[in-house]
Protein backbone atom coordinates (compact mmCIF):
# COMPACT_ATOMS: atom_id res chain seq x y z
CA UNK A 1 0.00 0.00 0.00
CA UNK A 2 1.25 3.34 -1.09
CA UNK A 3 1.66 6.29 1.19
CA UNK A 4 0.47 9.90 0.61
CA UNK A 5 2.46 12.65 1.20
CA UNK A 6 0.13 13.64 3.73
CA UNK A 7 0.24 10.53 5.49
CA UNK A 8 3.82 10.28 5.36
CA UNK A 9 4.21 13.38 6.76
CA UNK A 10 1.69 13.18 10.34
CA UNK A 11 3.80 9.78 10.65
CA UNK A 12 7.30 11.41 10.40
CA UNK A 13 5.68 14.07 12.66
CA UNK A 14 4.39 11.44 15.49
CA UNK A 15 7.95 10.16 15.72
CA UNK A 16 9.59 13.26 16.17
CA UNK A 17 6.91 13.83 18.83
CA UNK A 18 7.76 10.87 20.50
CA UNK A 19 11.48 11.27 20.43
CA UNK A 20 11.33 15.39 21.50
CA UNK A 21 8.54 14.00 24.20
CA UNK A 22 11.61 12.12 25.73
CA UNK A 23 13.90 14.97 25.76
CA UNK A 24 11.93 16.90 27.85
CA UNK A 25 11.94 14.85 30.20
CA UNK A 26 14.47 15.35 33.10
CA UNK A 27 15.04 12.08 34.35
CA UNK A 28 16.91 11.02 37.95
CA UNK A 29 18.50 8.55 39.01
CA UNK A 30 18.52 8.35 42.63
CA UNK A 31 21.02 5.58 43.19
CA UNK A 32 23.92 8.03 42.82
CA UNK A 33 21.96 11.13 41.61
CA UNK A 34 22.66 11.17 37.84
CA UNK A 35 20.43 12.79 35.30
CA UNK A 36 19.84 9.69 33.00
CA UNK A 37 17.66 9.32 29.88
CA UNK A 38 14.73 7.89 28.65
CA UNK A 39 16.78 4.61 27.13
CA UNK A 40 19.24 4.43 29.99
CA UNK A 41 16.56 3.92 32.20
CA UNK A 42 14.77 1.45 30.32
CA UNK A 43 17.57 -0.51 29.63
CA UNK A 44 17.87 -1.19 33.77
CA UNK A 45 13.61 -1.58 34.45
CA UNK A 46 13.56 -3.87 31.45
CA UNK A 47 15.04 -6.90 33.58
CA UNK A 48 12.93 -6.23 36.93
CA UNK A 49 9.87 -8.53 37.27
CA UNK A 50 7.57 -6.07 38.55
CA UNK A 51 8.21 -1.97 37.16
CA UNK A 52 5.59 0.46 39.18
CA UNK A 53 4.91 3.77 37.19
CA UNK A 54 3.26 6.03 39.88
CA UNK A 55 0.57 8.60 38.84
CA UNK A 56 -1.33 11.45 39.70
CA UNK A 57 -4.90 10.16 38.32
CA UNK A 58 -5.78 13.25 36.90
CA UNK A 59 -2.40 14.54 35.22
CA UNK A 60 -2.01 13.38 31.00
CA UNK A 61 1.64 13.63 31.61
CA UNK A 62 1.94 11.09 34.16
CA UNK A 63 -0.13 8.54 31.50
CA UNK A 64 1.69 9.48 28.67
CA UNK A 65 5.12 8.43 30.83
CA UNK A 66 3.54 5.17 31.51
CA UNK A 67 2.51 4.46 27.87
CA UNK A 68 6.24 5.17 26.47
CA UNK A 69 7.69 2.38 29.67
CA UNK A 70 4.95 -0.29 28.32
CA UNK A 71 5.71 0.78 24.48
CA UNK A 72 9.56 0.57 25.28
CA UNK A 73 9.15 -3.04 26.52
CA UNK A 74 6.79 -3.86 23.77
CA UNK A 75 9.35 -2.75 20.73
CA UNK A 76 12.15 -4.75 22.92
CA UNK A 77 9.17 -7.83 22.31
CA UNK A 78 9.60 -8.11 26.23
CA UNK A 79 6.35 -10.62 27.99
CA UNK A 80 4.65 -7.91 29.74
CA UNK A 81 0.80 -7.46 31.04
CA UNK A 82 -0.39 -4.26 33.00
CA UNK A 83 -1.57 -4.28 36.31
CA UNK A 84 -4.06 -1.61 37.20
CA UNK A 85 -5.11 0.00 40.22
CA UNK A 86 -7.99 1.10 38.33
CA UNK A 87 -10.03 -2.16 38.54
CA UNK A 88 -11.55 -3.81 41.07
CA UNK A 89 -10.75 -8.03 40.50
CA UNK A 90 -14.63 -9.11 40.00
CA UNK A 91 -13.67 -7.21 36.46
CA UNK A 92 -11.19 -9.27 35.66
CA UNK A 93 -13.19 -11.37 32.79
CA UNK A 94 -14.45 -8.04 31.38
CA UNK A 95 -10.73 -6.70 30.77
CA UNK A 96 -9.85 -9.89 29.71
CA UNK A 97 -12.74 -9.69 26.73
CA UNK A 98 -11.46 -6.14 26.02
CA UNK A 99 -7.82 -7.27 25.41
CA UNK A 100 -9.31 -10.01 23.34
CA UNK A 101 -11.13 -7.83 21.07
CA UNK A 102 -14.77 -9.02 21.61
CA UNK A 103 -15.98 -5.68 23.57
CA UNK A 104 -16.82 -2.41 21.69
CA UNK A 105 -14.69 1.11 23.34
CA UNK A 106 -18.89 2.13 24.24
CA UNK A 107 -19.33 -1.39 26.03
CA UNK A 108 -16.30 -1.08 27.63
CA UNK A 109 -16.47 2.40 29.26
CA UNK A 110 -19.57 1.17 31.04
CA UNK A 111 -17.40 -1.01 32.81
CA UNK A 112 -14.76 1.46 33.05
CA UNK A 113 -17.16 3.43 35.00
CA UNK A 114 -18.08 1.01 37.24
CA UNK A 115 -14.67 0.79 38.62
CA UNK A 116 -13.12 4.43 37.89
CA UNK A 117 -14.27 7.70 37.78
CA UNK A 118 -11.16 9.55 36.59
CA UNK A 119 -11.51 11.08 32.66
CA UNK A 120 -11.27 7.88 30.70
CA UNK A 121 -9.20 9.78 28.02
CA UNK A 122 -6.53 10.30 29.81
CA UNK A 123 -6.12 6.40 30.36
CA UNK A 124 -7.91 5.61 26.86
CA UNK A 125 -4.35 5.37 24.75
CA UNK A 126 -3.28 2.94 27.47
CA UNK A 127 -6.22 0.90 26.85
CA UNK A 128 -6.40 1.10 23.34
CA UNK A 129 -2.69 0.08 22.97
CA UNK A 130 -2.73 -3.20 25.55
CA UNK A 131 -5.82 -4.24 22.70
CA UNK A 132 -4.52 -3.41 19.80
CA UNK A 133 -1.36 -5.36 20.78
CA UNK A 134 -2.95 -8.40 23.01
CA UNK A 135 -0.92 -7.27 26.18
CA UNK A 136 -2.63 -8.60 29.43
CA UNK A 137 -4.37 -6.33 31.77
CA UNK A 138 -4.36 -7.58 34.98
CA UNK A 139 -7.06 -5.93 38.06
CA UNK A 140 -5.92 -5.75 41.15
CA UNK A 141 -7.51 -3.60 43.61
CA UNK A 142 -10.03 -5.38 45.93
CA UNK A 143 -13.96 -4.30 46.52
CA UNK A 144 -13.95 -0.58 47.02
CA UNK A 145 -17.13 -0.65 49.57
CA UNK A 146 -14.17 -2.88 51.41
CA UNK A 147 -11.91 -0.28 51.17
CA UNK A 148 -14.62 2.52 51.91
CA UNK A 149 -15.78 0.53 55.27
CA UNK A 150 -11.90 0.57 56.63
CA UNK A 151 -11.34 4.02 55.90
CA UNK A 152 -14.14 5.12 57.62
CA UNK A 153 -14.81 2.72 60.46
CA UNK A 154 -11.52 0.94 60.49
CA UNK A 155 -10.19 -2.57 59.47
CA UNK A 156 -12.07 -4.38 62.70
CA UNK A 157 -14.72 -3.12 60.96
CA UNK A 158 -14.67 -5.94 58.57
CA UNK A 159 -17.07 -8.57 58.89
CA UNK A 160 -16.13 -12.74 58.88
CA UNK A 161 -18.38 -12.35 55.47
CA UNK A 162 -16.63 -9.08 54.20
CA UNK A 163 -13.21 -10.88 54.71
CA UNK A 164 -14.40 -13.70 51.77
CA UNK A 165 -14.00 -10.59 49.31
CA UNK A 166 -10.49 -10.47 50.40
CA UNK A 167 -7.53 -12.62 48.98
CA UNK A 168 -6.08 -14.86 51.32
CA UNK A 169 -3.56 -13.69 53.45
CA UNK A 170 -4.32 -9.96 52.57
CA UNK A 171 -4.55 -7.95 56.08
CA UNK A 172 -4.43 -4.17 56.58
CA UNK A 173 -0.89 -4.67 59.06
CA UNK A 174 0.72 -1.22 59.10
CA UNK A 175 3.97 -0.60 58.51
CA UNK A 176 6.16 1.88 60.26
CA UNK A 177 8.16 3.23 56.83
CA UNK A 178 5.05 3.37 54.87
CA UNK A 179 2.86 5.13 57.88
CA UNK A 180 5.65 7.19 57.85
CA UNK A 181 5.63 8.26 54.56
CA UNK A 182 1.60 8.72 54.59
CA UNK A 183 2.30 11.46 57.59
CA UNK A 184 4.89 13.12 55.55
CA UNK A 185 2.61 13.59 52.83
CA UNK A 186 -1.08 13.43 54.44
CA UNK A 187 -1.20 17.37 54.23
CA UNK A 188 -1.29 17.16 50.37
CA UNK A 189 -4.50 14.74 50.41
CA UNK A 190 -6.40 15.66 53.16
CA UNK A 191 -7.89 19.05 52.69
CA UNK A 192 -8.79 19.19 56.65
CA UNK A 193 -7.34 18.29 59.68
CA UNK A 194 -8.45 14.53 60.74
CA UNK A 195 -8.27 12.78 64.45
CA UNK A 196 -5.16 10.46 65.33
CA UNK A 197 -8.35 7.47 65.03
CA UNK A 198 -9.31 8.26 61.34
CA UNK A 199 -5.63 8.38 60.24
CA UNK A 200 -4.91 5.76 61.32
CA UNK A 201 -7.80 4.45 59.39
CA UNK A 202 -7.24 5.84 56.75
CA UNK A 203 -3.28 4.35 56.41
CA UNK A 204 -5.25 0.69 57.40
CA UNK A 205 -7.06 1.60 53.66
CA UNK A 206 -4.42 2.12 52.01
CA UNK A 207 -2.24 -0.92 53.36
CA UNK A 208 -5.63 -2.73 52.83
CA UNK A 209 -5.17 -1.80 48.58
CA UNK A 210 -1.03 -2.31 48.71
CA UNK A 211 -1.55 -6.14 50.09
CA UNK A 212 -4.19 -7.30 47.92
CA UNK A 213 -2.71 -5.63 44.46
CA UNK A 214 0.33 -6.93 45.52
CA UNK A 215 -1.03 -9.99 46.65
CA UNK A 216 -2.61 -10.05 42.79
CA UNK A 217 0.55 -9.20 41.21
CA UNK A 218 1.73 -11.83 42.90
CA UNK A 219 -0.25 -14.81 42.09
CA UNK A 220 -0.45 -13.60 38.51
CA UNK A 221 3.36 -13.71 38.35
CA UNK A 222 3.15 -17.16 39.84
CA UNK A 223 1.07 -18.63 36.41
CA UNK A 224 3.29 -16.15 34.22
CA UNK A 225 7.06 -16.76 35.70
CA UNK A 226 8.77 -14.91 32.09
CA UNK A 227 6.18 -11.70 32.32
CA UNK A 228 7.03 -8.66 33.86
CA UNK A 229 4.30 -6.72 34.91
CA UNK A 230 3.82 -2.84 35.08
CA UNK A 231 1.52 -1.35 37.85
CA UNK A 232 -0.08 1.79 36.98
CA UNK A 233 -1.09 2.81 40.61
CA UNK A 234 -1.09 6.10 42.17
CA UNK A 235 2.20 7.54 43.96
CA UNK A 236 1.04 6.60 47.46
CA UNK A 237 1.03 2.83 46.16
CA UNK A 238 3.68 2.72 44.02
CA UNK A 239 6.15 4.04 46.08
CA UNK A 240 8.51 1.24 47.84
CA UNK A 241 7.29 1.26 51.18
CA UNK A 242 3.68 0.51 49.67
CA UNK A 243 3.07 -2.45 46.69
CA UNK A 244 6.48 -3.61 46.30
CA UNK A 245 7.68 -4.48 50.06
CA UNK A 246 4.19 -5.90 49.81
CA UNK A 247 4.81 -8.06 47.28
CA UNK A 248 8.12 -9.21 49.09
CA UNK A 249 6.36 -10.88 51.24
CA UNK A 250 4.93 -12.86 48.85
CA UNK A 251 7.56 -13.59 45.92
CA UNK A 252 11.38 -12.68 45.46
CA UNK A 253 10.98 -10.31 42.50
CA UNK A 254 13.03 -7.57 41.38
CA UNK A 255 11.06 -4.50 41.57
CA UNK A 256 11.77 -1.13 39.69
CA UNK A 257 9.96 2.50 40.83
CA UNK A 258 9.23 5.08 38.66
CA UNK A 259 7.94 8.41 40.26
CA UNK A 260 6.30 10.85 37.77
CA UNK A 261 7.11 13.65 39.91
CA UNK A 262 8.75 14.22 43.70
CA UNK A 263 6.80 13.74 46.67
CA UNK A 264 7.96 16.17 49.81
CA UNK A 265 10.56 14.24 51.61
CA UNK A 266 13.03 15.39 54.58
CA UNK A 267 15.56 14.38 52.82
CA UNK A 268 17.20 12.87 49.47
CA UNK A 269 18.09 9.69 51.63
CA UNK A 270 14.32 9.42 52.24
CA UNK A 271 13.38 9.78 48.73
CA UNK A 272 16.03 6.58 47.54
CA UNK A 273 13.83 4.62 50.01
CA UNK A 274 10.88 5.46 47.82
CA UNK A 275 12.08 5.33 44.25
CA UNK A 276 14.36 4.34 41.55
CA UNK A 277 13.97 7.15 39.38
CA UNK A 278 11.99 10.35 39.22
CA UNK A 279 10.92 11.85 35.58
CA UNK A 280 10.00 15.53 35.65
Known amino acids: MSLTRGTLIAMLVAVSLMYNFHADWEIVRLSDRQNVGFAQMMSDAEHAGVIVVG ?3 DKKLHHQLQLEVIRDLK ?8 GLE ?3 TASQKQLDEWVAGKMTEEEFLRVYARNWSVDWQLYRDIFRFARDNRIPMI ?15 G ?7 DKKDLPPEVSCDLNTSYTEFLKRTYTDIASHAMSERFFIYFCEAQSLRNNGMAYNVSRYLQSH ?15 KTGIPQRLSQYRDVTCRVILPELPEFESQDALLKEADYVVQ
Open 155 to 161: FSSLSAT
Open 86 to 88: MFQ
Open 225 to 239: PDTSVVVLTGILHAV
Open 55 to 57: ETH
Open 75 to 82: EKKKPIAI
Open 139 to 153: ALNIPMELVSKVAHQ
